[in-house]
Every structure is written in structure tokens, then in C-alpha cells.
């Protein structure tokens, strides 16, 4: 196996004969092993190299701190799979490194087959947990995206309230009369000035054609001046010199009232570009 693809483990071990008889055996199985026999000397060591990938700890150490602090202290500044490896098999031992760590415990009277399986399961665990870890600070990562994303979506919403409430003050609170006609000359949209000056109601005033509401005197007035503002604007669109000034401002032509009677008003219209090559007329009447 190529030295760089081999995994390096810290053994610490205080007994000499079983470290070097460990240390044999694990070597054999592929891995580099350093060995230490002392808890302080783990903690150092460690502290010193990053290319420790795994910890065998021993629990008793002579006169040193324990193995279970020596682990509580590393496993608390390093993230790194640890197994620890002891001679006991008291249940409250047992149960006292399996708060410390999750990776294993393995009797020292195990066969190397042994202590090479719990060793190859504690990498693959700390392969799925960096795993897990990854996913999860993914996961992070598009929570903050989709909270910017609500905000963001929050801000433009208040934005798009706030033109809502102005247009709506522009439009259908203003003193003169405006109209929305499609392309077809029929209104679809109409503030209550207009209303009121035509003497018609909101539905019944939907989907009608405002030629209807022009003394037939006029209708060859309205029908010119609308012709100019189309022409205008298309010339507008090719021609770049084109000067506004060249486009009529207004008209003054008569409406027809609900009642019959005439109303004599000044009327401007303006064509706004909708939906690609669709527009709408934009009229406002002024008594």
C-alpha cells in the first residue's frame, strides 16, 4: 500500500510489551502507527500534528491522568474518531467512555481481525458524521439563502404595495377624468372623475367602446387626433430626432352625457406600450 494512502493512528499505550505488539500488528494491517504512554504526551502530540487520523486510547495510564480524560480533553479541541482500547469490562467503565466517545471500545485481548474491524467501522462512522456535517451546513447555507429570498421578496412586496398606493391615488383619486382603453378602444379601467363626468357606473362602464360616448359630431375629430398619436409614435420608434412637439397634445370634441345631454371637454391621450407589441390608451378628459 502506497505510505500516503495509509491511515495514521496514535496509539497510547503504557504498557511497553503490548504497545510494540499492537503497534506490529496494526502495521501489518496497513496503518501507520505512534505510539505514546501517556495521556499528556497524546494531548501534546496531537496538539503539535494534524495528521493524526485516529486515537486508540488506553484507560489506565500509571501515574499519569486517565485515558477518559486525556480523550474528553483532545475530543474537545480535535475532531477525530477515537476507540478506546482496555483490558476492562466493568459495565460503568464501558458506560463512561461511551459518553466520551462514540467510536467504540475494544478489549485488549481481541484478536488484531478484531480491533482492524472496530477500527475500519469508527473511520467509516466519522466518514458518515463529516458527511451528515456537510449536508447539514448545506442545508444552512440555503435556509440563509431562502430567508434573504423571503426578505427580499418581503421588501419588493412592500415596494409593490407602496406604487399600488400611489397609482391608486394618481389615478383613481385625481381630479380629472381617466380612462384605460385596450387596443380594441374598449375601457377597461376607469377612475370615478370619468364616471361621474359620463354619468355611468363602474360595471356598466366596463368592455364599452368610448366611441360611444363622442357626439357624432365628433367622431371624426377623436378618430384623427387618435390616428396622429399612433403615427406619432410609431415615427417616435423609428426615428431617433423625433421630437415630442411633433405629437398633438390634445383635443376638444363633446361627450355624450347618460342623460343626452352634450359636455364639452378637452381629451388627451397617450399611447402606452403593453405586453410586447399590445398597447393601451391612456385618456384623460378635463371639463
Not at 472496530?118 to 440555503?142: D, G, P, T, V, Y
Not at 420608434?237 to 347618460?258: A, G, R, T, W
Request: proline share 2%.
Amino acid at each position: 500500500m502506497n505510505t500516503k494512502n495509509k491511515k495514521k493512528i496514535l496509539l497510547v499505550e503504557d504498557e511497553i510489551l503490548i504497545a510494540m505488539l499492537t503497534k506490529s500488528h496494526l502495521e501489518s494491517y496497513g496503518y501507520i502507527v505512534e505510539n505514546v504512554s501517556s495521556g499528556e504526551e497524546a494531548i501534546d502530540l496531537i496538539q503539535s500534528k494534524e495528521n493524526i487520523e485516529l486515537v486508540l486510547m488506553d484507560i489506565d495510564l500509571g501515574d499519569g491522568i486517565r485515558g477518559t480524560d486525556a480523550a474528553k480533553e483532545i475530543l474537545a479541541k480535535h475532531d477525530l474518531p477515537l476507540l478506546f482500547l482496555s483490558s476492562h469490562t466493568e459495565k460503568e467503565i464501558v458506560e463512561t467512555t461511551e459518553k466520551i466517545t462514540s467510536y467504540g471500545y475494544v478489549v485488549k485481548n481481541s484478536s488484531v481481525t478484531v480491533l482492524d474491524a472496530s477500527i475500519k467501522m469508527a473511520f467509516r462512522l466519522f466518514e458518515e458524521k463529516e458527511k451528515s456535517k456537510a449536508i447539514e451546513q448545506n442545508l444552512r447555507k440555503h435556509q440563509i439563502e431562502l430567508q434573504m429570498q423571503i426578505e427580499e421578496f418581503r421588501v419588493h412586496q412592500e415596494e409593490l404595495e407602496t406604487l399600488r398606493r400611489k397609482y391608486f391615488d394618481i389615478y383613481h383619486l385625481s381630479p380629472v377624468g381617466q380612462l384605460t382603453l385596450n387596443k380594441k378602444g374598449l375601457i377597461i379601467e376607469s377612475n370615478l372623475t370619468a364616471r361621474n363626468i359620463l354619468g355611468v357606473l363602474a360595471n356598466k362602464l366596463m368592455g364599452q367602446s368610448f366611441d360611444k360616448f363622442i357626439s357624432p359630431k365628433d367622431q371624426d375629430i377623436y378618430y384623427l387626433y387618435k390616428k396622429k398619436i399612433i403615427e406619432s409614435a410609431e415615427t417616435k420608434k423609428l426615428n431617433e430626432s423625433f421630437k415630442e412637439k411633433d405629437i398633438p397634445e390634445s383635443c376638444s370634441l363633446d361627450l355624450l352625457y347618460s342623460d343626452g345631454n352634450v359636455i364639452p371637454i378637452n381629451l388627451t391621450i397617450n399611447l402606452t406600450p403593453q405586453n410586447g407589441n399590445e398597447s393601451t390608451y391612456h385618456l384623460v378628459i378635463m371639463k
